[in-house]
């Protein structure tokens, strides 16, 4: 049976095949550290940095910055809390030497100053670099964005005008979106380059399950790289409880999945009939659903608490391959844990990655295979 993410695969090594080549070699390494290494691992093949807490929106079903947040129920110290950029250069010059993808995001990292002049730093290090955006400062920094040698430029978009605006709680976002989208590629055309690639990507939710298909034409009248359809992140109560016991080995907390403490309110069948229209059909972008779920396991994900993966492998690899860097400086394996492998404000990357808490972390996380809050946690279908 085919991995569910094939095409995914194949859609970014056409697109991209001398970076697709670089990250396969890197997670062939991976995959050998998480069998053999016995909670070591090779440098990891990504790093998101996260530039900021700060945001400008309140996204309905984000669990930063969303009806349940917990970013905005944070002391304003701590919003507000963010790395020197002079540090982030010195760890990225660091990093150089093993070239890993570098993703940056937040809360919006657009916001963040020093976010393009980092962006050109990446860049001068020959390092691939991907920001993740809500897209609302696009247009005034369009031009800024392609001649910074930006890789992919990932923005989120939830469908057309009325149901963006509604997700993301302010009149004329999706034109000012579409605005600084159609001036990239503009800029791009009279240019003549294809960096930075386009990538939408929508969160399937309650606000939008119904309508997913209109975002095709979205994408094409764009020149959309890919479409990215995401399946909603969400937990409840009883998975945190079980959370905790893990939470106690570990000496840290998942308090953060409390944001996406909801009732998802989303017809699985309704986004598989989607699904099947959609997948079915020849764009000259890519369309993914991710995860992809057969129609059972789809059901299972929106409807069943004890939902585990089936279809693909229940183990998490993340920590082998992915490391988060905080506003705190903190570097830790999962974005929803308070666990850390230690601090780039006073330690070198390479000596953090596989400090006496990185080989534990990833020693109890190999024995267990998952743990509770995982199960729907994106970066558990990434590898």
Known sequence: MAHPNIKRILNKTLRQPAYA????????????????????SEPPEAVTIFLTRKCNLHCKMCGQWGEGGVTGRRSEEIIQEELPLDILKKRLDEMASFSPGVTLFGGEPLLYKGCLELIRHIKANRMHCLIITNGFLVHDLARELVDSGLDELNVSLDGRREVHDRIRGMNGLFDKIMSGLEAVRDIKISSGGKRPLVNIQCTISKYNYRDLEDMIEIARGLRADSLTFHNLIFTNKEILEKQKRFDDILGSSSEDWRGFDFDPGVDPDVVRDEMDRMLGGRYPFGVDFYPNL???ALRSYYRDPAFVPREYRARCLSPWIAAYIFPDGEVRPCLNSTFSYGNIKSSRFEDIWNSDDAVKYRRILKENKIFPACARCTELYRY
Do not use: C, D
């Open 21 to 40: 080549l670089r990250t396969g070699i890197k997670r062939l390494g991976a995959y050998a550290a998480y069998r053999f290494g016995n909670g070591r």
């Open 294 to 296: 057969s129609r059972s």
